[in-house]
């Protein structure tokens, strides 16, 4: 009896991790140091290489952390230490251009991200949120770090920053600051970056990015290694609580013996 209440639980699970894994739009490429996930209001529980997330999830890094996050359009994301970071939105269909959509938010820390198909066929469908800017861009590779103001650097295109003084426009090349939500970006020398800063983007900008297009087919690996396998630890970041919901039966299975602008370069 307890067997088969136990394998009733398993499979049921299943079908609920599957049924999640089906909407998951991204993977953890890579993980350094104490990285944790939460989805919604679950709490933060550590990630693993080839984890999956989908939208909801707030991503935090620890001291001398760092992980790569690769979208299913092969968007990449690299969050540095002591960073908080938030996937709002994602929609990506290869055959459905007017589909597509990336609105993601950092809340502290450093972050580098290199546009994927999205950035590249429809600029308009990704926002960064940040305190002092919502940032845009041009078939992009750049960097940004929160330390009250905020620094941006351009490793290749352009990038918008728009608040309620306008809009300060990047290029390839350029280095700028945003003092706050209510001044206008403004270009500076990379000499002018503090030296944490400058430190920061140094360690970003040396992380290797592989071709976009890469994050699809390790999704899909993903996935596919989930279903081989058996329920994984990838199944984290697809849905807490559904994992929640196996611990929850496993011990009641167990206990029942007897019975989630300006321009510059």
Request: no cysteine; proline share 3%; aromatic share 6%.
């Amino acid at each position: 009896m307890r067997r088969s209440l136990l394998a009733a639980a398993y499979f049921g699970l299943w079908a609920l991790v599957s049924a999640t894994l089906s909407f998951a739009n991204g993977v953890f490429e890579s993980v350094r140091g104490d990285v944790k996930a939460a989805v919604g209001t679950a709490a933060p529980v550590s990630v693993a290489r080839n984890q999956r997330f989908v939208p909801g999830t707030t991503i935090l890094t620890g001291p001398g952390a760092q992980t790569v996050m690769r979208f299913d359009d092969g968007h990449a994301v690299v969050l540095n230490e002591n960073t908080e970071f938030r996937v709002n939105q994602y929609s990506f269909d290869k055959d459905k251009p007017q589909s597509d959509n990336i609105a993601i938010q950092l809340f502290k820390g450093a972050m580098r991200s290199v546009s994927g198909l999205i950035g590249a066929r429809n600029q308009q469908a990704f926002a960064l949120v940040a305190p002092q800017a919502t940032i845009g861009i041009r078939g992009t590779d750049f960097m940004i770090a929160l330390v009250n103001p905020a620094y941006v650097s351009v490793l290749q295109g352009t990038i918008s920053a728009t608040n309620a003084a306008g809009t300060a426009t990047f290029g390839a090349g350029a280095t700028g600051t945003i003092a706050s939500s209510a001044v206008l970006g403004a270009a500076i020398p990379a000499s002018a970056l503090p030296a944490s800063v400058a430190s920061t983007f140094g360690n970003l900008s040396s992380v290797a990015i592989g071709a976009a297009g890469a994050g699809g087919a390790a999704g899909a690996g993903a996935a596919s290694g989930a279903a081989a396998g058996g329920i994984t630890a990838g199944m984290v970041a697809a849905g807490v609580a559904v994992v929640g919901v196996a611990v929850a039966a496993s011990t009641s299975n167990d206990n029942n013996q007897t019975t989630t602008t300006v321009t510059t370069k």
